[in-house]
């Protein structure tokens, strides 16, 4: 059953029963105070250098060749 949508449903049965009901809001937190980059909020430079490139190699076709 490993690997099944049926053994999904049935290991995360038994983790809530193991560990509680909010057994994966507890990961789901802990994996989100782990992060320390911040992302592209942390430097709006990067975030502008890489969407210009981003948008340079568009995979929309041109129009007019």
Known sequence: MAGTIQGGKAAAATN???YGS???AKIGAK???LGKTGGFAANRELAR???AKGG???RRT???K
């Open 49 to 51: 250098i890489a969407g």
């Open 22 to 24: 909010d057994f994966y």
């Open 56 to 58: 340079r190699i568009s």
């Open 31 to 33: 994996g989100g105070k």
């Open 16 to 18: 809530k029963a193991k």
């Open 62 to 64: 041109k129009l007019n």
